[in-house]
């Protein structure tokens, strides 16, 4: 079983930055890949970043460039740094979890990219 927290999201000007962070409890070391996904008001929730436990990313060829993502083992935190920031980026920005077959959630949290 794992729970994640997601934290950081907010409100930030265009061409500026965030980075929000997802804590996962129980047994991170567990975990294959950690994902960000997220979704925009009217719009399918979509894949932006991957980590697996041994440091492969990918990302969405929209954020490429411009996000990264990154994770502390010895915290159990993954992050996800976003600069350059378009009001298209705005979204409610989800962390995922793959252990085995199992996919986990967490609750969210908004990013807003407005003037």
């Known amino acids: 079983q794992v729970q994640l927290v997601e934290s950081g999201g907010g409100l930030v000007q265009p061409g500026g930055s965030l980075r929000v962070s997802c804590a996962a409890s129980?047994?991170?070391?567990?975990?294959?890949?950690m994902r960000w996904y997220r979704q925009a008001p009217g719009k399918q929730r979509e894949l932006v970043a991957t980590i697996t436990s041994i440091g492969f990313t990918n990302y969405a060829d929209s954020v490429k460039g411009r996000f990264t993502i990154s994770r502390d083992n010895a915290k159990d935190t993954v992050y996800l740094q976003m600069n350059s920031l378009k009001p298209e980026d705005t979204a409610v920005y989800y962390c995922?979890?793959?252990?085995?077959?199992?996919?986990?959630w967490g609750q969210g949290t908004q990013v807003t990219v407005s003037s």
């Open positions: 995922n979890a793959l252990v085995g077959p199992r996919s986990y």
């Open positions: 129980g047994s991170f070391s567990s975990i294959n890949a």
